[in-house]
């Protein structure tokens, strides 16, 4: 069950990332650029997953075509990781503070925290004044819920 779902920047987070690794209660979800060094490197696997994939959709890659070496989007695995990390949390009984973070902690963020509130049911008043500033990456969103119902139709 979550106790707290929230975006932040890849800046905000450097500056919290030792509080938040002492925090038994909280899971991390590290969205990380291609070329990036991985701001969570060798910590506990079990509450920090780091992931790389790009803010974008395959609309928007198609300007991207002379630097794709810079460029991932969010794939199959991906999505079902992050899915199966917020299901599990939701699972659960205990109050779990949920702390993703991408570069600007804006969009890519945004989606995972917007996919983890409308599957929880978490309060959306909560989840707007701790989030303002997110405008949800609609690629990602949309994964994670494709991998989300196709995870409900495999279960069957």
Same mark, same amino acid.
């Given at each position: 069950?979550?106790?707290?779902?929230?975006? /932040?920047?890849?800046?905000?987070?450097?500056?919290?990332?030792?509080?938040? !690794?002492?925090?038994?209660?909280?899971?991390?979800?590290?969205? $990380? +650029?291609?070329? *990036?060094? !991985? !701001?969570?490197?060798?910590? *506990?696997?079990?509450?920090?997953?780091?992931?790389?994939?790009?803010?974008?959709?395959?609309?928007?890659?198609?300007?991207?075509?002379?630097?794709?070496?810079?460029?991932?989007?969010?794939?199959?695995?991906?999505?079902?990781?992050?899915?199966?990390?917020?299901? +599990?949390?939701?699972?659960?009984?205990?109050?779990?503070?949920?702390?993703?973070?991408?570069?600007?902690?804006?969009?890519?963020?945004?989606?995972?925290?917007? %996919?983890?509130?409308?599957?929880? $049911?978490? $309060?959306?008043?909560?989840?707007?004044?701790?989030?303002?500033?997110?405008?949800? $990456?609609?690629?990602?969103? *949309?994964?994670? %819920?494709?991998? /989300?119902?196709?995870?409900?139709? !495999?279960?069957?």
């Amino acid at each position: 069950m979550f106790a707290s779902i929230k975006a /932040y920047s890849r800046q905000a987070m450097r500056r919290i990332k030792d509080k938040l !690794l002492k925090d038994d209660n909280t899971v991390i979800i590290s969205i $990380n +650029d291609v070329g *990036d060094r !991985l !701001l969570f490197e060798g910590a *506990d696997s079990h509450r920090v997953h780091s992931f790389v994939f790009s803010d974008l959709s395959p609309r928007i890659v198609c300007e991207f075509i002379g630097d794709l070496e810079k460029v991932r989007l969010i794939s199959e695995a991906d999505s079902f990781s992050i899915v199966s990390i917020i299901k +599990d949390i939701n699972d659960r009984p205990d109050l779990i503070h949920l702390a993703v973070h991408c570069s600007a902690g804006v969009c890519r963020s945004g989606a995972v925290c917007e %996919f983890a509130r409308r599957i929880s $049911n978490f $309060n959306g008043q909560i989840f707007i004044k701790d989030n303002p500033n997110i405008m949800p $990456n609609s690629w990602v969103l *949309d994964k994670l %819920f494709e991998s /989300y119902l196709n995870g409900w139709i !495999l279960k069957e």
